[in-house]
């Protein structure tokens, strides 16, 4: 990056690019082993002979930690360093990972019951929800304060695409790690070995912030799914002056913005949730081996989202409300395809159109509750969006997989409705 700085002036405190990887591997570590687990855990389910339902909500106390403590560790940075809890929470991923795959690997050779396996994966996953959300708003505020003020944004915008291209890397490259001796818990071991690289390479060489010159403040951001890619909201907060007041989401500047990204952001966790299982069951694979398709549809999900926010979207110049309602029709004829498909290829395109109408829909409202609220409310309508992303994941996955269980094709059906639904309604109730 031209913004940053390969080697600092004596008595600089710029950011070098050097020290931009390091925040930028944090980053990227958390995201592509959260997604890696959401392309192996429908197949260790099966394989332990756990119900969906308990493999679904297994992620879901983790979910609601993040939601809730996102934005008291992006308030802490500045007291205890922001180095430290960057390292805390890259520690946290580490600690989760490793206890997690011991707990897999336990269950799968049948030492626990299936119970004891999943009940033991949520506690454990809930150390990466309480402590890994310190992750990105520590390595933005680290950012921030090493990075001039002109330069920040677009810094701060490369920094937050590593959640982005996590999501890619890590439906890659799970299966290669499903390996012989440790069989379908590889993947949580291999990354857990990787964030521990990263972990150190930071301990080593990123220098410690504590009581530096200038001033810089990280963002909450949301929990981490297929295609997090930065929407403005992170960026925003962290480069906007801080404000006591709270923005609520019933503000009626904001509210429909916010109630149209909360119905497509349960639509997208849902079905997200839905998909590992649903290529099982549709192609009849068995458990061991189904890794590889389900990572491979995933991975066709996560390029199309991520297609639709860094190439259609600054290209077609959309308004927000036509982003909302494109991408809602788009995404519902997308769920409609995926469900009437017979075999992988049709799922992989219906999910990935799928997945394109999602990369819409998401920058949409965050656009348009940006654009409703003046310069001095930017920081404050930032956090409402981030909670509006990361509510989706509380309680979608339960919802989505209960459908599931009544009937294979009721979520994208379901949720396919919702979303036509959300188009009608948009055009009526958001502003043009």
Request: overall charge positive; hydrophobic content about 55%; some cysteine.
């Amino acid at each position: 990056m031209a913004l940053i700085a390969r080697k600092p002036a004596v008595g600089s405190t710029a950011l070098t690019t050097p020290h931009f990887l390091l925040l930028y591997a944090a980053m990227l570590v958390a995201a592509a082993g959260n997604t890696a687990l959401q392309s192996i855990m429908p197949a260790i389910g099966r394989e332990i002979g756990i119900a969906d339902f308990y493999v679904a909500i297994a992620y879901t106390w983790s979910a609601v930690l993040w939601v809730l403590l996102a934005n008291y560790w992006a308030e802490k940075s500045d007291r205890h360093g922001r180095k430290t809890l960057t390292m805390m929470g890259v520690g946290g991923f580490i600690v989760s990972m490793t206890l997690c795959g011991i707990a897999l690997y336990a269950g799968l050779n049948r030492w626990i019951s299936g119970a004891l396996t999943f009940g033991l994966f949520a506690v454990f996953r809930a150390i990466y929800g309480g402590f890994g959300c310190a992750t990105p708003s520590a390595t933005q505020a680290y950012l921030a304060s090493k990075t001039r003020r002109g330069g920040r944004v677009a810094a701060l915008s490369a920094l937050s695409s590593s959640f982005g291209l996590g999501t890619i890397i890590g439906p890659a490259v799970a299966p290669l790690f499903v390996l012989p001796v440790v069989g379908l818990a590889g993947p949580l071991f291999a990354f857990a070995i990787i964030a521990a690289a990263v972990f150190f390479s930071i301990l080593r060489w990123l220098p410690n912030d504590h009581g530096g010159r200038r001033a810089g403040h990280g963002a909450a951001m949301s929990y981490p799914s297929l295609a997090t890619t930065p929407t403005g909201a992170s960026v925003i907060a962290s480069t906007s002056p801080r404000r006591q007041k709270r923005l609520s989401w019933r503000d009626p500047r904001v509210r429909p913005w916010i109630l149209a990204g909360v119905a497509a952001g349960h639509a997208q966790a849902a079905t997200l949730t839905c998909i590992g299982f649903f290529v099982i069951d549709r192609l009849h694979l068995p458990p061991s081996g189904s890794e590889g398709p389900i990572a491979i549809v995933m991975m066709a999900g996560a390029v199309a989202t991520l297609g639709a926010q860094w190439g259609l979207i600054p290209r077609l110049n959309l308004s927000p409300r036509a982003l909302i309602l494109w991408g809602a029709l788009i995404a519902a004829i997308g769920l409609l395809g995926t469900m009437l498909s017979a075999d992988l290829y049709g799922i992989t395109i219906g999910f990935a159109v799928a997945s394109l109408g999602f990369g819409f829909t998401r920058p949409g409202f965050t656009a348009g509750a940006s654009l409703a609220v003046p310069l001095a409310e930017q920081g404050a309508v930032a956090g409402v969006i981030t909670a509006a992303n990361g509510i989706s994941y509380v309680l979608a996955p339960a919802l989505g997989i209960s459908l599931y269980g009544w009937w294979h094709n009721a979520p994208f059906a379901v949720f396919a409705v919702l979303l036509l639904g959300l188009a009608v309604l948009g055009r009526q109730r958001l502003a043009a």
